[in-house]
């Protein structure tokens, strides 16, 4: 297998970028932006320059108390993504095997192209209500296999993996020495004041990855990381060097301020999610028209459409009813779409009335031509 490096690229977080928005927007999988004056800082808690090291000391002290962790098994990253990619980089070479949950996330395997390695898959079957195949996984699990890769809560049905399955999956990786990468960003959506994390349950075999961005509406502070055995993480550290060197320390300092005011954060941001996912619910429930698993935390849902073709279906809620949902292609399931309801209460509603008015109208479109 060859890879043109020079042409890398996320077809997701491309589309993402330029075709994604909507007046009435269910594209997103994170909450809500949360304004800066919720962190109530003061100008005179920031500076533009601080000490350039590995990771700023107050937010690795901060990351590695919440998660119960020595902090030299904490690596600052720009957002989960590029936390992701330094899990990979620093536990594989190129040609090395990977596996991969299916569906996935397509920038995870992007990211996996471009460090030159071969993608193997199991399955998390929609009919299993997306859980892990663990007999699928051992099957396909070989002594190349380097890292074996999940996302929990999944991306794109919003599954929850619970622990029983998580060491499961390790005592599998174990028999042929792979790491386990769990990334962990949209667990934190359980809104948990001590979340428990799956690196505890192997801290030599385990990487996770996580970010403030999803859960509390926080993206732009871009603040990631990783948990990973002190080795790993320095290796991460020096890989780090090579594409961002420092940090933006602004960023570092609204992040510390962030952690700091996580418990009120959360309870704004769980307020709002447990009204959006109310009516969510009830509106796939009056649906004939969708097949659905309903996951019991998170923002996103991925129902299959019944009839029809998907992409159609998605340009049609885009040029009729200026509304966005993520169509399944980019999780190899072309015959459902991503959905969610991070945004606020009154947009998901005013969105939602434009969702069926879309399915209702593709609906008659499609009767039409089978009796035609």
Not at 255 to 264: C, D, G, P, T, W
Not at 364 to 372: I, K, R, Y
Request: glycine share 6%.
């Amino acid at each position: 297998m060859t890879y043109d490096r020079s042409a890398a690229r996320s077809p997701y977080m491309e589309w993402a970028k330029l075709s994604s928005s909507a007046r009435f927007n269910l594209a997103t999988s994170g909450m809500v932006s949360l304004p800066l004056a919720a962190l109530d800082m003061k100008l005179e808690q920031l500076e533009i320059n601080g000490p350039d090291s590995y990771g700023h000391g107050p937010l690795l002290r901060a990351i590695a108390a919440r998660y119960e962790v020595p902090k030299r098994s904490v690596v600052s990253a720009i957002g989960t993504s590029m936390a992701n990619y330094l899990a990979l980089a620093a536990t594989t070479e190129p040609g090395d095997e990977i596996l991969v949950e299916h569906p996935a996330y397509e920038p995870m395997l992007s990211a996996a192209r471009y460090l030159g390695l071969s993608i193997a898959y199991f399955q998390r079957p929609a009919e299993q209500n997306f859980a892990i195949d663990l007999a699928d996984l051992e099957r396909r699990l070989t002594p190349c296999t380097r890292v074996i890769v999940i996302t929990n809560l999944h991306n794109p049905s919003g599954a929850f993996c619970p622990e029983s399955t998580l060491r499961e999956v390790a005592a599998l990786a174990r028999k042929v020495g792979a790491y386990v990468l769990v990334d962990e960003v949209y667990r934190e959506m359980l809104f948990e004041s001590r979340p428990q994390s799956a690196f505890h349950i192997d801290p030599e075999r385990f990487l996770i990855t996580n970010s403030l961005t999803k859960a509390y509406g926080l993206s732009g502070l871009r603040c990631g990381w990783v948990l990973a055995p002190p080795d790993v993480a320095e290796r991460m550290w020096h890989i780090n060097d090579v594409h961002g060197s420092t940090f933006v320390h602004p960023g570092e300092l609204l992040s510390v301020i962030a952690f700091e005011k996580l418990a009120q954060i959360s309870a704004r941001m769980q307020a709002l999610l447990n009204a959006n996912r109310k009516l969510l619910q009830e509106f796939l429930e009056s649906r004939h028209d969708l097949d659905y698993f309903w996951p019991e935390y998170g923002t996103i849902v991925f129902p299959r459409l019944r009839r029809g073709n998907v992409e159609d279906f998605c340009n049609l809620l885009r040029k009729d009813f200026e509304t966005s949902v993520v169509p399944g292609r980019f999780f190899d399931c072309p015959d459902r779409f991503r959905m969610g309801v991070g945004i606020q209460t009154e947009a998901v509603q005013e969105a939602l009335q434009q969702l069926a008015k879309g399915l209702n109208k593709f609906a008659a479109f499609e009767s039409l031509n089978v009796e035609t």
